[in-house]
Nanobody
Framework: QVQLVESGGGLVQPGGSLRLSCAASGFIFSTYAMKWYRQAPGKERELVAAISSAGSTTNYADSVKGRFFISRTNAKNTVYLQMNSLKPEDTAVYYC????????????WGQGTQVTVSS
């Protein structure tokens, strides 16, 4: 029932841009904070960006501040990650996450989409 489906990953050159999308279904999207995580080979999964349920607050990892931008369109049940000035170290599988603590503790994950930044 619950689904988070990422799209938009691919191969880009350093300095390029990419926009990831995550389409949600099966839950009340507008009541969940949305987050993007990434995991590179041999490394732990790390939080990249987060946005509050209404889209009024955003947070970013220091490594992506000024380059990545998270947004959401609740009417479309979709969250986005605009990635600019991409670096090789941004290469990872990017995961969409839906999270809330109230009225229930819910934690949903997408399947991930590969982003490769290489010449």
């Amino acid at each position: 029932q619950v689904q988070l489906v990422e799209s938009g990953g691919g191969l880009v050159q350093p300095g390029g841009s990419l926009r990831l999308s995550c389409a949600a279904s099966g839950f009340i999207f507008s009541t969940y904070a949305m987050k993007w995580y990434r995991q590179a080979p041999g490394k732990e999964r790390e939080l990249v960006a987060a946005i509050s349920s209404a889209g009024s607050t955003t947070n970013y990892a220091d490594s992506v501040k000024g380059r990545f931008f998270i947004s959401r369109t609740n009417a479309k049940n979709t969250v986005y990650l605009q990635m600019n000035s991409l670096k090789p170290e941004d290469t990872a599988v990017y995961y969409c996450n839906a999270r809330r603590l109230w009225p229930s503790d819910d934690d949903y994950w997408g399947q991930g989409t590969q982003v490769t930044v290489s010449s």
